[in-house]
């Protein structure tokens, strides 16, 4: 008895914090009881499945099973937020927290702190689970270094999401516009840059724009993206270099950076959010436009998709249906949002700027994209460059003779994509450059990618620069991987898998040659000498194909002029053969 | 004390309370009077720091109540539509409120729960209006408010628990020193308790004043005369309305009974009588002569 008068007694504030938790504890309990399941009671199985051999939990998957609990945690701590702010929804709920004797902060903080400290609790039981079978004597998994530090970067993590949910929270009304905002701010973005790059990519010829700028758009795709991998650059941080570079302490400044900020605004917010607007869609003015903007963008786009049947171009027609449908959407969702249609006009005017806003989006990213199409790095700049796999390190000259090339002779655009559906076909000499993927890496660090497809109606006259390159001991070299090979593993298998070779039998078998470490030194000696020596002729010929495969797979397409090679391994195919596929 | 200096709240361009000025004394029951929509429960919601005020102030023992802690420990409100937590029990929300509320009083709300017969134990939600109302009322009383604001707070009691409430909030001035401050469209439910009286309507209060003084201020004198003497003769009086019915008169006159009677008495009526008016009749009598037509406001 006296120690309940003792709690009793307490701040009103611990109280009523402790209050907040007992009320979100069986919701804590049943969705923890879940995660288990998952984890660590999934992984156990898979254990005990392996009993007899050594279960290997790889950094990749040690992360990826930390970002499903992260986003396991983040999912209890947005339930328990709808519950604990439920006052911002209801006034009727309003009425009674609002004249309760805290502050505003208190009230934000204990409910707040409630809503973290659930998702703390699932995330931090699930992971030491998982920690658990990690150490498991059978198990082959991370390292301590990793357990911690994925640890600690989870709950900062988590710290920032939550953060990031309650300002999107507080800034609602309601239950099903907080759902709505959320979803929106979370997916529009990502959508929108989407659209951007792929019109870009689709407008523009042998530009190679990265993705992973996506990730950066949602905080919650990039702490769970983050987790992820965080393992994987820890345990292996020379095989993802560039990787360790993007998880380093920037990462976690930006995470705190962010996450102070939305403190920040969420404290300030809450400050001025007026009571009477619970059960209004949204507390603040702002909200229904940034919501019927990106609403109107995303749905814009998708209905235009639809309705082009996918064609996805900066056209009239693409460009005339996602005006209509984006306008379209603005008044919908304003629609959504009043329960009326009583500001149609001021949508209408949102769904317009929307438009504008994209349009002068894509006409600028068209033409930045299209101005670095045609920009072609200074040999001087360059470290080394890649095309396809193939590093051209001492003729850096010769590969970006090709890319200048390459681009004097790009078609004009309707010609160019006609060509990419239905391409001509390319010449299958020795190594499929039916693509050109060049990768610079410049002097200072930074890299430049271009992608561009064959064509030989309008590059044939690039056929001598492409020779050039492949004569390059830079290029045979490529080739050594077969002895290398043959001496690892003692021999190397070759498939014949072009008509050309002619089969055993007339059902399709396989010609099949397995070639010792000195036959295969002996075979690609031989290919070497011919390519060094041929014209460009070898782009008009027939070729013989083969696949060779060891450790690796690789296939070369030997011109018919190269008949010591053809004979030298016409010589080796046995009289065994295998059924093809 | 309490004190609206200018107060003013607007929903978008509505105007809900309408630079409202008035002063509530200590230990008093206040009745706020108006229809539906008239500002009653905005500014009940001003006074216990729910909402912020767009213009003017609020001012409860010379402290603004917005984000005060200390302050709202001392006031408790209770809305027409009171909210409990989802499958709360009253033993439940007695305790939440306990440790929200340093004033709470178990044994008064031990005894509350013998006057308000509830079970402590079953679901609020499962209960009547009128259960769920004397389930608010304790907790509300149990807290021992300096300052109790009642939003519709007879509403869907029966007499009885309409007597045992009456009782107890006078109860609670003159032991607690409470200051209860009563909402309603009901001004006849008001009339036996409030010491004071004001009238709202489109946010802007129309009359305010003691019940006392208004009670003593107005008289309704009926006459019957053998020949109704002429106007003239009544000049001196402070005639708010009079009906002629045949040869008996029927007045309402402000000022001082004794004086009215003797005045009235020299005009030789066969008889003369002074009767109190009802609250609504003087409500109706005063608003009225300021130009409202004051039955549809109360409507």
């Known amino acids: 008895m006296t120690s309940k008068i003792c709690s009793v007694k307490k701040h009103p504030v611990v109280n009523f914090f402790k209050f907040t938790l007992k009320k979100q504890t069986p919701l804590t309990l049943l969705v923890t009881a879940f995660t288990l399941l998952f984890c660590p009671g999934m992984i156990l199985s898979e254990v005990n499945d392996n009993h007899l051999h050594n279960y290997s939990l790889s950094p990749f998957e040690f992360g990826s099973i930390s970002a499903v609990l992260l986003g396991a945690a983040l999912a209890l701590v947005c339930m328990i937020l709808l519950l604990n702010f439920g006052f911002l929804f209801s006034k009727k709920a309003g009425d009674m927290f609002n004249s309760l004797p805290f502050t505003r902060n208190e009230l934000l903080l204990t409910r707040s702190l409630g809503a973290f400290i659930g998702g703390f609790f699932l995330m931090s039981v699930a992971y030491f689970g998982l920690v658990i079978v990690n150490f498991l004597p059978t198990v082959d998994g991370v390292g301590i270094v990793a357990v911690i530090n994925t640890y600690l970067f989870m709950v900062l993590s988590l710290m920032v999401l939550t953060a990031f949910c309650i300002l999107i929270g507080i800034c609602c009304g309601g239950y099903f516009d907080t759902v709505i905002a959320f979803g929106t701010i979370n997916v529009a973005p990502v959508i929108i840059l989407t659209f951007i790059l792929g019109i870009a990519e689709e407008s523009v010829t042998g530009i190679y724009l990265d993705y992973n700028i996506l990730i950066y758009l949602t905080p919650i795709a990039f702490a769970i993206n983050k987790v992820m991998f965080l393992p994987s650059v820890i345990e292996k941080p020379q095989e993802l270099y560039t990787m360790a570079e993007a998880t380093s302490i920037y990462t976690i400044i930006g995470l705190i950076v962010f996450g102070a900020l939305c403190v920040f605004l969420t404290v300030k917010l809450f400050g001025k959010r007026k009571s009477e607007t619970a059960g209004e869609a949204y507390s603040f003015k702002f909200m229904p436009i940034i919501i019927s903007l990106l609403v109107s963008v995303v749905g814009g786009f998708f209905i235009a998709t639809v309705l082009t049947g996918f064609n996805i171009k900066f056209n009239l027609t693409f460009w005339s249906f996602f005006v209509v449908c984006a306008i379209l959407c603005a008044v919908a969702i304003g629609a959504i949002i009043n329960r009326s249609f009583k500001q149609v006009k001021t949508f209408v005017i949102n769904g317009i700027v929307a438009v504008a806003v994209m349009t002068a989006l894509v006409i600028g990213s068209l033409y930045i994209v299209g101005y670095a199409e045609v920009k072609v790095p200074v040999a001087s700049e360059v470290e080394t460059v890649y095309i396809g796999d193939i590093e051209f390190k001492e003729n850096i000259d010769l590969a970006i003779k090709l890319h200048t090339g390459i681009i004097e002779n790009l078609d004009d655009e309707e010609e160019y994509i006609e060509d990419k559906i239905y391409p001509e076909i390319y010449p299958e000499v020795v190594y499929n450059f039916n693509n050109f993927d060049f990768e610079y890496i410049m002097k200072n660090g930074s890299t430049i990618k271009r992608n561009y497809w064959y064509n030989q109606r309008t590059m044939k006259d690039l056929n001598p620069d492409i020779l050039a390159l492949m004569q390059t001991d830079e290029f045979l070299s490529k080739f050594d991987l077969i002895t290398d090979i043959a001496k690892e593993e003692g021999i190397v298998t070759i498939y014949s898998f072009s008509e050309k070779f002619g089969t055993l039998e007339d059902d399709g078998h396989q010609k099949i040659a397995i070639l010792n470490q000195k036959d295969a030194t002996e075979f690609i000696s031989i290919f070497k000498k011919e390519m060094k020596s041929a014209d460009i002729s070898v782009f008009e010929e027939e070729t013989y194909g083969v696949e060779m495969a060891g450790e690796i797979y690789l296939n070369l397409h030997i011109p018919e002029s190269f008949t010591g090679t053809i004979d030298y391994l016409e010589g080796k195919f046995l009289s065994q053969t295998e059924q093809t596929d | ?299």
């Open chain 2, 1 to 299: 004390m309490i004190e609206f200096i200018n107060l003013t709240k607007k929903f978008g361009t509505f105007c809900a309370v309408d630079e409202v000025n008035a002063k509530i004394a200590d230990s008093s029951i206040y009745g706020l009077v108006g229809s539906n929509g008239s500002g009653k429960s905005t500014l009940l919601r001003l006074l216990s720091g729910v909402y912020y005020p767009d213009g003017g102030n609020i001012s409860v023992d010379g402290f603004s109540v917005f984000n005060n802690p200390e302050l709202k420990k001392q006031i408790f409100y209770l809305p027409d539509a009171p909210f409990f937590f989802k499958n709360a029990n009253l033993k439940e929300m007695a305790d939440f409120y306990e440790g929200v509320y340093n004033t709470f009083d178990r044994s008064r709300f031990n005894y509350l729960n013998e006057v308000f017969p509830i079970s402590s134990t079953d679901k609020i939600d499962n209960m009547s209006k009128g259960m769920q109302r004397q389930a608010a009322l304790m907790l509300a009383l149990s807290t021992n408010p300096k300052y109790l604001l009642l939003d519709e707070a007879f509403d869907g009691l029966d007499p009885v628990m309409r007597s045992v409430l009456k009782e107890l909030l006078i109860d609670g001035i003159e032991n607690n020193s409470m200051t209860v401050i009563i909402a309603s469209h009901n001004l006849r439910e008001l009339e036996d308790l409030c010491d004071h009286i004001a009238l709202i309507h489109k946010g802007k209060i129309l009359f305010s004043d003691s019940l006392d003084e208004v009670r003593g201020n107005f008289h309704k004198i009926q006459a019957a005369f053998k020949v109704l003497p002429p106007e003239i003769k009544l000049h001196d009086l402070d005639i708010i309305k009079c009906e002629k019915m045949g040869s008996l008169l029927q007045m309402v006159i402000r000022g001082d009974e004794t004086a009215i009677m003797e005045k009235i008495n020299s005009l030789e009526p066969i008889f003369a009588e002074s009767i109190e008016p009802t609250l609504e009749e003087i409500f109706i009598y005063e608003m009225e002569a300021v130009g409202y037509d004051i039955k549809n406001l109360l409507s």
